[in-house]
């Protein structure tokens, strides 16, 4: 079993200090986006390292890669496995209703990664969501070991607060090593992992180390989806804590995509007649955002959009979701058969906002849609699928697209905004 940082004082797969009991290795992932994606990463890199591993996740209970029957039978197995050292690592997803009904209990977990909480986004920190996962946090922290590691994202502020007023060892990540944050974590001798002439590194500021490319990451979509750069340094970050060799971690990355049948709708990546379809179900502007942001700064020919009423948005972020499609032109094939009113009007408000607005198609469906965007997809085209209900998505995206209206079959009307 690999150690913790000898820097913590804590084996992992010894005695805590003067607690008496064994150290269980279970790692805790919690905050409000990349929680699922930052767990399968780091599995994926346990794994590759030769690391028998379990995972509670979103979408069941893992046993390396084999899904288990139920969830809490499977996990109290898991737990017992771990203690016995018969699993290394075991990866436990928190979901922010659980943790504030059911709680945790204190000083149990060595390791606890802490992904996101709104982005540095004032509206969203307002939100009755949010308040939840505030409170879900703080019961994360408290859950974690004195001689325990706090993993924390150094690009969201409040997340940065969260860990600095702790009082286990913090290890910080951030896109830049000049993130205030970050910088100061450094200049007070403690470790991270940053992003320097697009290479993930990890070390502190006296000595640092090479770890990936982050063009090679294939999630990050050629190093272009910023938040997929975020969960990979977050699992650097775990990762180099357990003691996982850097040849093991970028192996691992350099061959990560988030599968749609274990992350459906988590910026999924598909390819069809030489062109790319990302697939997400953003429940917060600021991802929203990065994936725009990604999409524009990748080479493409054209860029086509499939929307409906994003079900994952407040009725107040929505005009400005509109927005954000507008901006990126091309065209949008927008669909809302079962949506109020109000709210498309408000994304059409924020699609005829753009500079320069694309060209909208209305369509009837989510699987028109989708259906349309395979008939008009051209190499080199980037599509983004924006998933209402990802079961009518990916079926006809993953493994193989599949079209299901016969080409120059009328599927929806055009309309400049």
């Not at 069941?60 to 016995?84: I, M, T």
């Amino acid at each position: 079993m690999a150690n913790l940082s000898t820097k913590t004082g804590m084996p992992w797969d010894g005695r805590g200090s003067g607690t008496g009991d064994r150290v269980l290795p279970i790692v805790s992932v919690a905050g409000t986006r990349g929680k699922s994606t930052v767990s399968w990463m780091l599995a994926g890199i346990l794994q590759t390292a030769g690391m028998p591993t379990a995972s509670w996740l979103s979408s069941g209970v893992y046993v390396n890669d084999d899904r288990q029957e139920g969830e809490l039978g499977p996990w109290s197995r898991v737990v017992l496995a771990a203690r016995h050292g018969e699993i290394d690592v075991a990866i436990q997803e928190m979901n922010a209703a659980t943790v504030v009904g059911a709680g945790l209990p204190e000083h149990t977990y060595p390791l606890v990664v802490m992904t996101t909480l709104c982005g540095n986004n004032e509206s969203c920190l307002l939100s009755g969501e949010t308040q939840l996962q505030r409170r879900a946090l703080n019961i994360v922290l408290r859950s974690v070991r004195p001689d325990g590691v706090i993993i924390a994202n150094a690009d969201d502020y409040d997340i940065a607060e969260l860990a600095r007023h702790t009082q286990s060892r913090c290890m910080m990540f951030g896109l830049h090593r000049e993130n205030p944050a970050l910088q100061r974590h450094l200049n007070d001798g403690e470790s991270g992992a940053w992003i320097e002439d697009g290479w993930i590194i990890v070390g502190s500021k006296q000595t640092s180390q090479i770890v990936v490319e982050v063009d090679a990451i294939p999630a990050t979509l050629n190093g272009t989806i910023l938040f997929q750069a975020q969960n990979a340094l977050a699992a650097v970050c775990a990762a180099s804590i357990i003691g996982v060799p850097i040849s093991a971690i970028n192996a691992a990355l350099s061959t990560f995509e988030p599968r749609p049948d274990l992350q459906p709708a988590a910026c999924n990546i598909v390819g069809f007649n030489g062109a790319t379809i990302l697939i997400d179900a953003p429940r917060q502007i600021t991802s929203l955002r990065m994936l725009a942001r990604g999409i524009k700064h990748k080479p493409r020919r054209r860029t086509l959009v499939v929307s409906g009423s994003f079900s994952g948005l407040s009725d107040d972020e929505v005009q400005e979701a509109g927005r954000i499609l507008g901006v990126l032109g091309g065209i949008v094939l927008l669909h809302g058969d079962n949506a109020d009113t109000d709210r498309m009007d408000a994304i059409k408000a924020g699609i005829t906002s753009a500079p320069v607005p694309p060209i909208v198609l209305a369509v009837p469906d989510e699987l028109r849609a989708i259906d349309h965007l395979l008939n008009t997809i051209a190499p080199d085209d980037v599509a983004l699928v924006i998933a209402d209900n990802a079961a009518i998505v990916l079926p006809h995206l993953w493994p193989a697209p599949v079209i299901s209206v016969e080409p120059g079959r009328k599927s929806g009307t055009v309309s400049r905004t």
